[in-house]
């Protein structure tokens, strides 16, 4: 027998589902038309595709599937606003070639997310209890995605404006605080031995997230805060970007085919350095968490300071007893913030932390079934795991067993990094 949901359950998942999807239609309030369709860079997503996106998702993994009658909005969107998914049948438009898609129009794109809208809560209102576990666990990955793309959006909308030489602001309204000083940098040590990582048994988590498991690390210690900028200035400053005994061998190729001086995103205007935020250029913060790094410039600035990265199961384990607050993107700042306070901070929130650790299966993994396995088993080659979330991630989406992964090279996230050592 298949429990019957029951109507609080509908009504709630109903209601987080309005919720979430509203999120996604505020952020994208302060643009302009002619932004929806702007891509720079192949990794940076027009608006207008990750509106469809999602809602292509939702059709694709659980309105064809499981609500009976149900017609497609467009059938040919299935094509265009695939974004990877092989098994789907309908292959994908090239991710580089997203911002060639002038039609369909933005308003089109909106009529699309209200057909999916309306559709999905009749599928939450009237699917029956043998379909319901499959679409309960369907739509909350549907609803975890859908908040992924939401921090993407406002990551690809920064990185698309700033091509622009007028660096015009996505929201010209945040106030930029006054500069801070920053903190000294203290260290909380830890005495490792046999530890669990991973999520449990128990509530939602992303299938790279299991299953749990033992890990064994030696006494180490972490940096009670992020990087700040004052401190990643004096790498710079040191010629650090000039001098190829801290990089990686690929991180000093990248160094030199790109032309890297500095992080994303910082320049010097009248000899002084500046940073473009998404409330337009300002001044550099000392204070602030360095920001918009690649793990190759995490990984040279460790190397320079002596110390090195922590891995995932170190900042894990760190983090544990730690309450999951901080900037999220609940805060609206969306900017990285100075440390407050004492103790172990900035684990969650304000900046996704590279780790040492490579993007890899955890002991006994295995990827789902059909085409909703290349959600992140698919990509567990070459990348690097980042954690704690950032400032312009949903505080209900995170956790503390949530893995993200980037390539070593990718700086156009919001991206920082504290500093370990083996005691």
């Known amino acids: 027998m298949h429990p ?5 359950a509908r009504a709630g998942l109903a209601d987080e589902f309005r919720r979430v999807r509203a999120l996604t239609e505020h952020l994208c309030e302060p643009l302009a038309i002619e932004d929806y369709g702007l891509q720079v860079v192949p990794e940076a997503s027009p608006p207008k595709w990750h509106l469809a996106h999602v809602s292509w998702f939702y059709e694709t993994f659980l309105l064809l599937p499981s609500l009976d009658g149900y017609r497609p909005f467009d059938p040919r969107f299935a094509h265009l606003f695939n ?5 789907t049948g309908s292959g994908f438009w090239p991710r580089a070639e997203r911002g060639l898609l002038s039609r369909p129009r933005v308003e089109e794109v909106y009529d ?5 809208d309306a559709a999905m809560l009749r599928l939450i209102e009237c699917c029956d209890a043998e379909r319901w576990a499959r679409v309960e666990l369907r739509l909350r990955i549907g609803l975890n995605h859908e908040q992924q793309h939401q921090e993407l959006l406002l990551t690809d909308i920064k990185r698309n404006l ?4 007028l660096r015009p602001a996505y929201r010209a309204d945040l106030a930029a605080p006054p500069p801070g000083v920053p903190e000294p940098l203290d260290w909380v040590s830890f005495d490792g031995g046999l530890v669990e990582i991973g999520a449990g048994p128990e509530g939602f988590a992303y299938d790279n997230e299991r299953p749990r ?9 972490l940096a009670d805060r ?3 900028n004052a401190e990643f200035l004096a790498f710079v400053e040191d010629g650090g970007y000039r001098d190829p005994a801290h990089w990686l061998s690929d991180g000093w190729a990248r160094v030199r085919a790109e032309g890297w001086e500095a992080p994303l995103y910082w320049e010097r205007v009248d000899g002084q350095w500046q940073t473009l935020t998404l409330g337009g250029m300002r001044p550099l913060d000392p204070a602030e968490p360095v920001c918009h790094v690649s793990y190759y410039e995490a990984d ?12 995932e199961a170190q900042w894990e384990h760190a983090a544990a007893g730690v309450e999951r607050a901080g900037n999220f993107l609940d805060s609206a700042l969306l900017h990285p913030r100075p440390a407050r306070g004492s103790g172990l901070r900035q684990l969650f929130g304000d900046l996704w932390e590279w780790t040492a650790s490579a993007y890899l299966a955890y002991p006994g993994y295995r990827a789902p079934g059909g085409a909703i396995g290349e959600y992140n088993g698919k990509f567990m080659c070459n990348q690097m795991v980042l954690r704690g979330g950032s400032c312009v991630s949903s505080r209900d989406h995170l956790r503390l067993s949530y893995r993200n992964f980037f390539y ?16």
């Open 4 to 8: 019957t949901p029951t109507d609080g």
């Open 162 to 165: 700033a091509h622009n030489p």
């Open 112 to 116: 699309y997310r209200r057909h999916v």
């Open 408 to 423: 070593p090279h990718e700086r156009w996230q919001f991206k920082g990094f504290r500093l370990a050592e083996v005691e």
């Open 213 to 221: 498991h033992r890990a064994f690390l030696e006494p180490f210690a």
């Open 300 to 311: 040279a600035y460790a190397s320079w300071a002596g110390k090195s990265l922590p891995t």
């Open 226 to 228: 992020l990087v700040s």
């Open 83 to 87: 974004s990877y998914y092989e098994q």
